[in-house]
């Protein structure tokens, strides 16, 4: 197990109970005691955990994602989970593979992925990966890296890396801005280096955006508009939005 996918268990282990044991950990990896200290340095500077004599508990700071997750959710929810469950129809059949981005239209994605069709999963999530924990028919993979305290998920080279080594059916990728001539954006430079490599990892690449995303050139682009296989959007897209991207070549779904 890569060092970063070790940080983003032992997130996933102190949202669901508050504090983690270093020596049990340790144990239960088979690594040393002296390795999962360093993974729990590393969440702590990233502010997700705070160490104590003997392991970590859970810091404020992962509070406050969940809290800004739930914020964004909550903003016009039903038009969100209208988009999340338009995307249905690009999963693969059972037995195939998908990555989830974060945010909080990706996250009803994962409210309404099916128990009767076993999938694959991956995601750079906190919240998203324990969001799905313990879902029947998700065979759930986390990519590692830094979490970042904004958005919940993990950003950096070793996010990057990882994802360079995969390869799945369907990628749902979640946007800030969609533009003609600066594309897919957003904007955090490594949030955007993640997002290409979502991008690159995936056979069918699906954007999920409300329709408010439409117009803003947010600072770091990180795809071309040709790059997306589809675009699921809700019905406020206007008709030269909705034409600029099927000239694109872009399949666009109103939900």
């Known amino acids: ?135 029947a028919g998700i065979a759930l993979h986390t990519i590692g890296g830094r979490v970042r305290e904004v958005t919940g998920v993990a950003v950096g080279p070793a996010t990057v890396e990882a994802l360079g080594t995969t390869r799945v059916d369907v990628a749902f990728i979640g946007t800030n801005g969609i533009a003609p001539t600066h594309g897919f954006s957003t904007q955090d430079a490594d949030e955007a280096a993640v997002k290409r490599a979502l991008f690159a990892s995936a056979r069918t690449a699906v954007v999920l955006a409300d329709s408010t995303k439409f117009g803003p050139e947010q600072v770091f682009s990180f795809a071309d508009l040709a790059d997306a296989d589809a675009v699921v959007t809700d019905d406020g897209i206007t008709p030269e939005d909705r034409a600029t991207l099927e000239g694109a070549g872009v399949e666009v779904v109103v939900a």
């Open 1 to 135: 197990m890569y060092a970063a996918e070790r940080q983003v268990l032992l997130a996933e282990r102190l949202a669901q109970h508050g504090r983690v044991s270093v020596n049990d950990v340790a144990a239960e990896l088979s690594v040393s005691t002296e390795t999962i200290r360093r993974d729990l340095a590393v969440l702590e500077r990233a502010g997700t955990a705070r160490r104590v004599h003997g392991g970590a508990v859970l810091s404020t700071a992962y509070s406050r994602i969940e809290a800004t997750l739930a914020q964004r959710t909550g903003e016009r929810p039903e038009l969100k989970a209208r988009i999340g469950q338009a995307a249905l129809r690009y999963l693969p059949e059972a037995g195939g593979s998908i990555l989830l981005d974060g945010g909080s239209t990706i996250a009803h994605v994962a409210d309404v992925l099916p128990t009767d069709r076993r999938l694959t999963v991956l995601t750079h999530s906190v919240a998203i990966a324990h969001q799905l924990l313990d879902r």
